[in-house]
């Protein structure tokens, strides 16, 4: 059973950074495609950043620059580093597989203080 779990939310304020992490299980996040959502309050879930089992990544314009997806094979991690954070960028966070059909973990909360 593939089971993914984020943490590393929290408050911080503009211009901080913080570093998600999604643990991962029931996959291995090398082979497959891995990305990270998120969603504010009264939005639609949108894409923020994904990484191929090749390593190719790709992001949302809003975030280019200032965030990086990267993973740990050997932890079977996903991580997602956020720097230079808005308060445009709070939200719920999201780590999503999928392998065979989407999987999604519980959601980690981001917030930003201007």
């Known amino acids: 059973q593939v089971q993914l779990v984020e943490s590393g939310g929290g408050l911080v304020q503009a211009g901080g950074s913080l570093r998600l992490s999604c643990a991962a299980s029931?996959?291995?996040?090398?082979?497959?495609?891995m990305g990270w959502y998120r969603q504010a309050p009264g939005k639609q879930r949108e894409l923020v950043a994904t990484i191929s089992s090749f390593g190719r990544t790709n992001y949302a314009d809003s975030v280019k620059g200032r965030f990086t997806i990267s993973r740990d094979s050997a932890k079977n991690t996903v991580y997602l580093q956020m720097n230079s954070l808005k308060p445009e960028d709070k939200a719920v966070y999201y780590c999503?597989?999928?392998?065979?059909?989407?999987?999604w973990g519980q959601g980690t909360q981001v917030t930003v203080s201007s």
């Open positions: 999503n597989a999928n392998p065979t059909e989407d999987y």
């Open positions: 029931g996959i291995i996040v090398s082979i497959n495609v």
